[in-house]
């Protein structure tokens, strides 16, 4: 499974962003997706996932401002990014899985298998 984000960019505070996040290889209805963040000298912090039910989970952080969602046909998952504020600021990864994940445990890094590489987000003041 090889994961391509895409979408960062600079954008000016109140400003709007999505990222998108191509998914190919083997790839099943059961997957997950979800994207984390990374600002510099900070741990990697989930941000927003949705399961293969269509279920979505979010930070409080971004709860309101972001939205996941989730193209089948094209195998891609989106990030829509509202109401950016300076803090949003960071390299955004997505992260999939074919395994059963369930609701609790999407949060977690760690049940992601494989990860694309980042795409930077800037949020200027």
């Known amino acids: 499974v090889q994961l391509q984000a895409s979408g960062g960019g600079l954008v000016q505070a109140g400003g709007s962003v999505r990222l998108s996040c191509a998914v190919s290889?083997?790839?099943?209805?059961?997957?997950?997706t979800g994207w984390f963040r990374q600002a510099p000298g900070k741990e990697r912090e989930f941000v927003a996932g949705?399961?293969?039910?269509?279920?979505?989970y979010y930070a409080d952080s971004v709860k309101g401002r972001f939205t996941i969602s989730r193209e089948n046909a094209k195998n891609t998952v989106l990030l829509q990014m509202d109401s950016l504020k300076p803090e949003d600021t960071a390299n955004y990864y997505c992260?999939?899985?074919?395994?059963?994940?369930?609701?609790?445990?999407?949060?977690?890094?760690?049940?992601?298998?494989?990860w694309g590489q980042g795409t930077q987000v800037t949020v200027s003041s």
């Open positions: 992260a999939s899985t074919l395994r059963h994940v369930i609701s609790s445990n999407v949060y977690a890094s760690t049940a992601y298998d494989y």
């Open positions: 290889g083997r790839t099943s209805r059961t997957y997950t």
């Open positions: 949705i399961r293969w039910d269509r279920s979505t």
